[in-house]
């Protein structure tokens, strides 16, 4: 029976996981990927500069807010190597937060637990902060994209408490 148990806690929390996973991939794939965003918002614009310092790049492609499916997002799109990096936030729901993990890896960054995996062929950092739900995503290798996470986490985290 205790197996059976456990079994039942490392399949739910692989499916949440992945849920949660997806919630920041279809807002990189169906906003940034697609191109449908706006040029930088005045009133966005602090945010990617504290984000420009913290990547080591100098381009912003745009700061804005979007919704995708009925959910809001605060989403920045850097450029880094060529490639759209989505920085994204939305607040969380009932139920949102990532269960002990089973899919991807864990990592500290700043305090700060990132969740990590590899989905469609993009690199996803998530992590929770506060009543939010902040996403590192990019078309990078996993390595690189998890290192760029652990400096843009400080910068994210201080906005989504702010």
């Not at 205790?2 to 906003?31: M, P, W």
């Not at 994204?88 to 009932?94: A, F, P």
């Not at 269960?99 to 637990?113: C, D, K, L, Q």
Request: with cysteine.
């Amino acid at each position: 029976m205790l197996v059976i148990v456990a079994a039942g806690v490392v399949v739910y929390s692989i499916r949440k996981s992945n849920q949660l996973f997806d919630l920041g991939l279809e807002a990189h794939t169906r906003c940034a990927l697609a191109g449908t965003y706006p040029a930088l918002s005045p009133r966005f614009a602090p945010m990617p500069q504290a984000l420009l310092g913290a990547a080591g790049t100098r381009e912003a492609v745009s700061a804005h807010q979007c919704t995708i499916e009925d959910r809001e997002y605060v989403h920045v799109i850097l450029r880094i190597d060529a490639m759209l990096v989505s920085v994204l936030l939305t607040q969380k729901r009932d139920q949102e937060t990532f269960p002990r993990e089973f899919a991807g890896r864990t990592e500290e960054a700043s305090g700060v637990t990132l969740h990590e995996t590899r989905r469609a062929e993009k690199s996803v950092a998530a992590f929770e902060s506060g009543n939010w739900l902040g996403y590192v995503i990019s078309g990078l290798p996993e390595e690189k994209n998890s290192q760029l996470a652990r400096k843009l986490v400080p910068v994210i985290d201080r906005y989504a408490k702010a």
